[in-house]
């Protein structure tokens, strides 16, 4: 498993726990406004963590954390490997977190389905209609393959309202890549979901395609207004990174 590196504490990746967080590289979006371009597209000779060494490291940390955020990249990429690397960690008795885009809703029915998933935060990265633009790749070049994507996440999506474990949906929120119509389009999307986050872009100053646009965040009145947006439709909305 592509096993990029892992920040052994953290208080804001787990919502109320304390966590460790475990990257994996490679991912099948291309989010012009992504700040983790290493993990993105990782470098041909990019050195992986043993599975065996983070194990040993939560062993160690048993009774100190409580939860493991398992992120990328896109860790779902990750295939049949990742089923088996979180059996072990649950059987450590760690609550475990996953961020993922969406793209792969069986396998994500199959960790949520058999328990091995506590909590998943998927990243709705704009309205349908303008998805491509957001993910900076098939969509554009390719609309037959582009809609297969969009439906997978949908349907990663759908599963989620259904309950099955605790989520949430969260979109990074960049003008330029987003308008304030895409508001009210996502929320006609998100309806029946749990709860929304909205995100605003921190422009870290090496984000993965700066010349797709001309990319910024929102200010702290917008995106109250888009949260106000979002309620109005009843949608359970909160703001992050004002």
């Known amino acids: 498993m592509k096993i990029a590196g892992i920040q052994k504490l953290s208080m804001v990746?787990?919502?109320?726990k304390m966590a460790?967080?475990?990257?994996?590289?490679?991912?099948?979006?291309?989010?012009?406004?992504?700040?983790?371009?290493?993990?993105?597209?990782?470098?041909?000779?990019?050195?992986?963590?043993n599975e065996e060494e983070v194990l040993k490291f939560l062993?160690?940390?048993?009774?100190?954390?409580?939860?493991?955020?398992?992120?990328?990249?896109?860790?779902?990429?990750?295939?049949?490997?990742?089923?088996?690397f979180i059996k072990k960690i649950k059987e450590l008795g760690y609550s475990v977190k996953l961020d993922t885009n969406g793209t792969n809703p069986q396998l994500l029915k199959e960790l949520c389905e058999s328990g091995m998933i506590d909590y998943v935060a998927m990243d709705i990265k704009n309205s349908r209609e303008k998805y491509g633009k957001a993910i900076g790749r098939e969509m554009i070049t390719n609309q037959e393959k582009g809609q297969n994507l969009l439906k997978k996440v949908e349907e990663s999506a759908c599963f989620?309202?259904?309950?099955?474990?605790?989520?949430?949906f969260r979109t990074t929120l960049v003008r330029g890549i987003h308008e304030p119509e895409d508001?009210?389009?996502?929320?006609?999307?998100?309806?029946?979901?749990?709860i929304w986050y909205l995100q605003n872009f921190k422009d870290s100053g090496a984000v993965l395609n700066p010349n797709v646009c001309k990319m910024e965040p929102f200010s702290e009145n917008e995106l109250k207004m888009f949260a106000n947006t979002?309620?109005?439709?009843?949608?359970?909305?909160?703001?992050?990174?004002i």
């Open 183 to 194: 508001i009210q389009h996502i929320v006609d999307w998100m309806k029946d979901a749990h």
């Open 13 to 16: 990746d787990y919502p109320g």
């Open 160 to 168: 989620l309202m259904q309950g099955t474990v605790e989520y949430e």
């Open 59 to 84: 062993k160690r940390r048993q009774g100190l954390l409580d939860g493991v955020c398992i992120t990328g990249g896109e860790p779902l990429l990750q295939g049949d490997k990742i089923l088996p």
């Open 230 to 241: 979002a309620k109005e439709s009843k949608l359970n909305t909160v703001v992050r990174n």
């Open 20 to 49: 460790c967080t475990i990257f994996f590289a490679g991912c099948n979006f291309r989010c012009p406004y992504c700040h983790n371009k290493s993990l993105v597209i990782p470098e041909a000779d990019q050195p992986y963590m």
